[in-house]
């Protein structure tokens, strides 16, 4: 196998006496859409926060393409090519649908405040291209009717599908989505998978999803790590992981304790 | 009704209300203005009094190069003091930053008012005068304020100030796009202090004197108000609350020390009456919507 684009080594993290996230493993290969699913309070976004840099781990590594980057700024893990997106969805909500691209554009072209004072030929040029850039996405994303939309204004799903937006003009070689479709009706559930799966192929990403809809994932990842109190309690392709008997448990509860949780 | 002199003094008061706003419009309250604004016209009250090769007169007066270059001068240091002081406090948020901006205040106040060669409490006075009346003050205070505001407008179409406007929304959001909240939030500190460094140094010499009482705690009080009552959303909302809350105690002189409490009752009852400020975004796009109609 080639060396994975990301590879969390033995992480965890502690809130006082509490172990949220208990000395996880796994790796991302190029190209893959790898879930993280687990009942509730299972440590997901923790892990989340601990990948993307907004939470500093109390133990293990991170490794991008080799080389650890435990506990770097979020802004640093971004220009690496880790782009996220957040459960409560974080946008710039006083600006417009396409101004929350171009503050993600800033970097694709560069271009110095000095040449942006001067209004010189190459500020000119390169923020036509963030234009088109930030344009070619909110068409990709059914977003471009609303360009000029606050974000603060607009419906549920279009915010998700903003917040992609936002994270992919990073050009990020991994994709972060902490629970896409949560908050979606079932045909925008429907729809993402098939967007996901378009995103990948023209994006070239590898994607890392939190997802409470365990259809979805089954359908889309092509591997699944299962956490469960902090612990990584199982690993491997959706069928491996579907009949793996603690991961049953987790989610039915073993036999005094039935029901307990539902997916 | 307005004077020369009050012109002078509203346009000075536009500039340190943008002075505040800048960081502001990165989501940073810093009440540092009076500081950078006491930095620039201490450094141009003791240049042009002291140091001969400025050109002043024994009639007192001074080359129109020499207060260009204060205004540089003044502008560089207070620049360079941000940077230095920028990269401490702005780790602070919200009222803790505002808290420290105001210990800065006040310990350069309290060095000014004690350094050896500052003038003590009388200060410096018969600072050089390029000008011969007031009127002369109007053309480069309305020149300074119209390229601080050409900056601002252009900022809001370039990285930086798209930069400051997403840290002003949400500050984990932008990092986790990649941007580096730390140099965006110190460059609008810079550009603050740049701002109200030239403006110290031209008020230095529009006032004939120039004091440690010049940059007090009042003043960072005042020039909030500014912003508070202009708005924050476009710089121009700093612009009118400075020209207007300038004007207003001066066209009130006969009622004293009541404009202090004016000032007060305006923090008071700005965000009460108009929570946006005077100058808001709805305004603006009325206002430009207007425009285009009359043009047709």
């Known amino acids: ?26 790796a991302v290969q190029p190209g893959e859409i790898f879930g993280l699913i687990g009942p509730n309070g299972a440590g997901k976004t923790t892990l989340f926060n601990l990948i993307s840099g907004t939470t500093a781990p109390s133990g293990g590594a991170v490794l991008w393409q080799g080389t650890p ?3 770097q700024a979020p802004d640093r893990l971004n220009r690496l090519g880790l782009a996220r997106t957040f459960q409560n969805l974080r946008l710039f909500e006083g600006l ?24 010189t030929a190459r500020h000119r040029r390169a923020e036509r291209q963030r234009l088109d850039t930030a344009w070619q996405l909110l068409q990709e994303l059914g977003l471009a009717a609303l360009a000029e939309r606050r974000a603060g204004t607009l419906a549920y799903g279009d915010r998700r599908r903003l917040e992609m937006a936002r994270a992919l003009a990073t050009r990020p070689q991994l994709l972060l989505l902490d629970e896409p479709a949560a908050g979606l009706n079932p045909a925008e559930k429907d729809q993402l ?3 996901i799966s378009a995103l990948r192929q023209r994006h070239q990403l590898s994607v890392l999803i939190i997802e409470h809809h365990v259809p979805l994932l089954m359908r889309l990842c092509d591997r699944l790590a299962v956490l469960d109190f902090g612990v990584r309690i199982a690993l491997g392709s959706p069928e491996q992981v579907r009949r793996d008997p603690k991961v049953i448990e987790a989610y039915l509860g073993s036999g005094s304790n039935a029901g307990g949780r539902a997916p | 009704m307005i004077d020369n002199g009050l012109l002078v003094q509203m346009l000075i008061g536009a500039l340190l209300g943008l002075s505040v706003y800048l960081p502001l419009a990165a989501g940073q309250l810093s009440l540092a203005t009076p500081a950078f604004y006491a930095v620039g016209g201490t450094l141009a009250a003791l240049l042009s009094t002291r140091w001969s090769a400025l050109g002043a007169t024994a009639a007192g007066t001074l080359p129109l190069g020499s207060l260009v270059l204060e205004l540089l001068l003044g502008g560089l240091l207070a620049g360079l003091l941000a940077l230095l002081v920028g990269r401490l406090v702005l780790r602070l948020q919200g009222i803790y930053l505002a808290i420290a901006t105001i210990a800065l205040v006040e310990i350069l106040r309290v060095a000014i008012l004690n350094l050896p060669f500052t003038g003590g409490a009388v200060g410096i006075f018969g600072i050089p005068q390029p000008f ?28 930086l100030g798209r930069a400051m406007a997403a840290i002003r929304d949400d500050e984990l959001a932008a990092r986790c796009m990649g941007i580096d909240t730390t140099n965006v939030k110190l460059s609008a500190f810079v550009l603050s202090a740049v701002l109200a ?45 400075g020209l207007l809350l300038t004007a207003l105690p001066e066209l009130l002189r006969p009622v004293g020390d009541v404009r202090l409490v004016l000032f007060g009752l305006v923090i008071l009852l700005g965000p009460v009456l108009a929570p946006q400020g005077l100058i808001t975004p709805a305004l603006l796009a009325r206002l430009g919507r207007w425009g285009e109609e009359k043009e047709r």
């Open chain 2, 197 to 241: 460094g030239s403006t110290g140094a031209l008020a230095a010499h529009f006032l004939n004197t120039w004091n440690a009482r010049q940059g007090s705690f009042d003043v960072s009080i005042t020039t909030l108000a500014f912003v508070v009552l202009g708005g924050s959303r476009s710089w121009l909302g700093p612009v009118v609350g």
């Open chain 1, 1 to 26: 196998m080639s060396k994975p684009l990301l590879e969390v080594r033995e992480l965890s993290r502690r809130f006082g006496g509490l172990l949220a996230v208990d000395r996880v493993s796994f």
């Open chain 1, 193 to 195: 998978g098939e967007l």
């Open chain 1, 69 to 71: 980057i435990t506990g």
């Open chain 2, 132 to 159: 011969a009346t007031a009127a002369g003050y109007v053309l480069p205070a309305l020149a300074l304020l119209a390229l601080a505001g050409w900056w601002c407008q252009r900022l809001e179409g370039m990285p």
């Open chain 1, 96 to 119: 417009s649908v396409l101004e929350n691209l171009l503050v993600a554009l800033q970097r694709h072209p560069r271009s110095s405040a000095l040449d942006g004072l001067l209004g």
